[in-house]
């Protein structure tokens, strides 16, 4: 019986190196070093001497990747000797020796071979291998602008060579670049353009380094949450594929973000694990670099004698690691600390001018702000006030250079947020002094910057002074509350016509869980008043008993919230008494991200108002359901103005581009009634739901923020619209900052779920009274007290609490204080 065979063809040496070559590009570094070990086996079987010295090269090279320096040098030392009949192969043999080096710590030897390789790739015309070259000898280049161009010009090679996993490669080295300069806010576009190509090729040895670095910045930007998903990404890409060097970087750098959580123990494991591999790998920066963030997570939590032994072991790791003055920066800031928290001051002072001078040669502004902020706070100690002063100015100044550095809004957004500390202390230093007006300068001139700088329309940094707040305060009758939440000490300002008075509040722990427990109070559908809540009058006599006096005769109160304040409607807090009230009972309310965006109201156009509505939209995702009573919200409201004043968009004509295309700046109100979708993490993708139009459904925050409106109110009646995410510094971010950034004077958003039966009531009340004498808080205001004395559920804060109203204008006293008193 005869049977079918077929006959089984062996690999060539070749078809073995260049499926090695593949895999090694796509990051499978295990099955490329298996590759390599067949193919030199079946070159020594075969006496094949063309590809034996590529096979032996390709080794090498990957295991370089895998920071396994040992196992590589043999292969180094012991090149075949075919590899010095091609220029081409001396040029791969010479860029090995300069890697070898480079992870041996011997920088200026790389250097020097990355150069001689450069000149043999030249001479060889071998434009793939130079752009490899070059994107090596480009990491180890001190000038930014020569690191660029080289970076640039292996981008061009891979470009013209069509090369897609070295033009990702230089596209990743770019962002690199940046952000080794802290340029995070330019390195993360082309990090990310290098990242979408490395999964089309796929790479995950270019996409592991990419999230990687990616997280990197978003951490300097505060963006932790995002940045921690990003670095646990990267770290199960380096495990996986061998990247041990790698693996080591991420795992510290979640420690990092533990770290700035004040997670202690997570933090010390994940430095511990990153220390283990940096030390069997042998890289003794990187050994240094966590004994350093060790030392930093001792002088947290005040161990001082755990911190003075890892931040010994952190100095003597810096001596043996060639190279190594940007780690050498962090030791002895970390030397400062312990030492001036020990009493040794002189020492202290002296660690610190040191980091400084080291920070300045290594461009690490990030280590000489703290060391600055170090500086002052042993000043303060030693009662040096004025030197204290002009340390904690220095570390200003370099954070405001550092802000306006940054090119992306989210960047600055977020900022601060990595950064509250400095600016708590600063302002609790000037506080202590009895510097109020200084120090509500300082606080104030750190807020809303952004909003302020596009409502300004300039570049720089906006200003805000003392005096001019209190002319405000002065001219319309206005009580301006500015509060400041911060560990140890919160404070508040009052600005009234008769100058800035300010006041000691409880640490922010103490204030966070009582507005906590009146936020679940509230969602509970518990009524404050009638239930005795303790959270609703505590909350009152710490935040407004001080401040109670100099607002009592006000026509309007402005107060600018902080942290968790930002989640806390004001009006809802019980003021005790022979009559238990709402303090909404006692005052028009309005909120200002910042006392710098305050201007005086200008008097209305003389043009009648007009209304722009758009709502009741389409289904477009099942997780938007259809609000029922979104008909009779926008009925009531649109019946109270003229046919020819109104524009009413709903069902299908409830479209994002559709706002846009209607001319919403020819408007003086525009109202949205429709689903919002809060995005904790990014909050400028925020966005309100609308019909399906063209594949999107989605006006996103980011969008409204690039509008040029004036209309005197925007309402945005859905849910949690003010914003989801309270950054330090910018504030809620939603849809009212996007819309007084956009132009409006006011903006009425939810800061919590709005109720669909509840809202038709209360608009139509707000326009009803807006109409009459244009005043937006006072009217917001009155709408409220509708609702609330209507009766039934509808008295509970729940309901007519959600909304409130973000301005940037204060508005004349006389009318406003006598519609405040006729609405008692």
């Known amino acids: 019986m005869l049977g079918g065979c ?28 298996e590759r390599t070990a067949q193919g030199l086996k079946l070159c020594a079987r075969l006496h094949e001497a063309a590809w034996a010295p590529k096979l032996h090269l390709l080794r090498t090279e990957i295991l370089l990747m895998q920071n396994r320096a040992s196992d590589a040098r043999p292969l180094i030392e012991n090149p075949p000797p075919g590899i010095q009949q091609c220029d081409e192969l001396k040029a791969r043999l010479a860029m090995d020796q300069a890697e070898l080096r480079r992870q041996s710590g ?97 790479s995950k040895f270019v996409h592991e380094k990419c999230l990687g670095n990616l997280g990197w910045c978003y951490f300097r930007l505060g963006q932790l949450d995002r940045a921690l998903d990003l670095y646990a990404k990267a770290e199960r890409i380096a495990a996986e594929t061998g990247l041990a060097g790698d693996q080591q970087r991420w795992l510290g750098n979640i420690g990092s973000i533990y770290l700035a959580r004040k997670v202690f123990d997570q933090a010390v494991s994940y430095y511990l694990r990153a220390h283990d591999i940096a030390q069997r790998v042998g890289d003794r920066t990187y050994v240094a670099t966590w004994l350093n963030n060790i030392t930093r997570v001792h002088i947290d939590q005040a161990h001082w004698d755990e911190a003075e032994e890892s931040g010994r072991r952190a100095l003597e790791a810096v001596e043996r690691a060639p190279d190594a003055k940007w780690v050498e920066v962090y030791t002895r800031l970390n030397s400062g600390f312990i030492a001036a928290a020990v009493s040794r001051p002189s020492e202290a002072q002296a660690d610190f ?6 920070a300045e040669s290594e461009h690490q502004p990030n280590v000489a ?93 906006p200003h805000f002074r003392a005096t001019e707040a209190v002319q405000l305060a002065r001219a319309t009758n206005t009580a301006l509350l500015s509060y400041w939440l911060a560990p140890e000490r919160s404070y508040v300002w009052a600005v009234t016509a008769k100058g800035v008075s300010q006041f000691v509040l409880p640490g922010d722990s103490r204030i966070n869980t009582l507005v ?68 909404i009972e006692d005052a028009t309310v309005a909120l200002a991200p910042s006392l710098a965006i305050l201007r005086a109201k200008r008097p209305m156009p003389a043009r009648g108002p007009r209304l722009l509505v758009v709502g009741d939209p389409l289904p477009a995702d099942p997780v938007f359901p259809p609000l029922p009573h979104l008909k009779a919200e926008i ?79 925007v309402t945005i009646s859905a849910c949690r619209s003010a914003g989801a995410k309270a950054y330090s510094g910018e504030g809620l971010i939603g849809f009212a900052w996007a819309f007084l950034e956009a132009g409006a004077h006011n903006v009425v958003a939810g800061i919590w779920n709005v109720d669909d ?68």
């Open 106 to 202: 011997q920088p200026d030897e790389a250097r020097k071979l990355f150069t001689q390789a450069r000149d043999l790739a030249v001479q060889a015309g071998a434009r793939g291998l130079l752009a490899r070259i070059e994107l090596k000898r480009g990491e180890l280049l001190a000038d930014f602008d020569e690191a660029d161009a080289t970076f640039r010009r292996a981008l061009d090679i891979a470009r013209s060579q069509r090369d897609d996993y070295l033009a990702a490669g230089a596209q990743g080295d770019m962002g690199y670049i940046r952000l080794a300069r802290f340029r995070y806010d330019d390195a993360i576009p082309w990090l990310e353009a290098a990242d979408r190509a490395a999964q089309n090729i796929p």
């Open 635 to 713: 009925r009531t409201i649109a019946a109270d103005f003229p046919v020819t004043d109104r524009a009413v968009y709903t069902g299908a004509q409830a479209y994002a581009e559709h706002f846009r295309e209607a001319g919403p700046g020819a408007f003086s109100a525009i109202h949205f009634a429709a689903h919002a979708s809060a995005n904790d993490e990014s909050p400028l993708n925020s966005a309100i739901i609308l019909s399906p139009h063209g594949g999107k459904y989605k006006l996103y925050v980011s969008d409204v923020a690039g509008l040029h409106l004036e209309p005197d109110v």
């Open 353 to 358: 001018r040191h980091a400084i001078r080291l």
């Open 369 to 461: 702000w703290q060391a600055h902020s170090g500086l002052a706070a042993l000043y303060q100690s030693q009662k040096h006030l004025a030197a204290a002063g002009k340390e904690y100015a220095a570390a200003m100044d370099l954070l405001d250079r550092e802000w306006l550095a940054l090119g992306r809004d989210e960047s600055k957004i977020t900022f601060r947020a990595y950064l509250a500390s400095v600016y708590q202390d600063y302002v609790d230093f000037l506080s202590r002094q009895n510097q109020k007006e200084r120090a509500l300068e300082v606080a104030e001139s750190s807020r809303a910057r952004l909003l302020a700088q596009q409502l300004e329309g300039g570049s720089g940094l």
């Open 516 to 583: 906590e427990q009146h936020r679940r109070a509230i969602e509970g559908l518990q009524d404050p008043l009638s239930a005795g809540s303790t959270a609703a009058r505590e909350l009152y006599q710490t935040l407004m008993v001080p401040v109670e006096q100099l607002v009592h005769s006000a026509g309007q109160v402005i107060i600018v919230p902080d942290g968790s304040l930002h989640a806390l409607n004001f009006e809802t807090l019980v003021v005790d008494g022979t009559r238990p009230h709402y303090w």
């Open 757 to 824: 039966a509840a809202a038709p009531l209360l608009m139509q009340e707000f326009y009803k009274g807006w109409r009459a004498h244009g005043n937006s808080a006072l009217a917001l205001r009155n709408a409220k007290l509708k609702v609330m004395r209507s009766g039934g559920a509808f008295r509970k804060p729940y309901y007519w609490g959600p909304f409130e109203i973000f301005t940037r204008q204060a508005t004349r006293s006389a009318m406003d204080l006598a519609w405040r008193n006729n609405s008692r």
């Open 6 to 33: 077929s006959r089984f063809h062996a690999p060539s040496p070749e078809a073995l190196y260049n499926t090695a070559e593949q895999a090694r590009r796509q990051g499978e570094l295990s099955t490329a070093l």
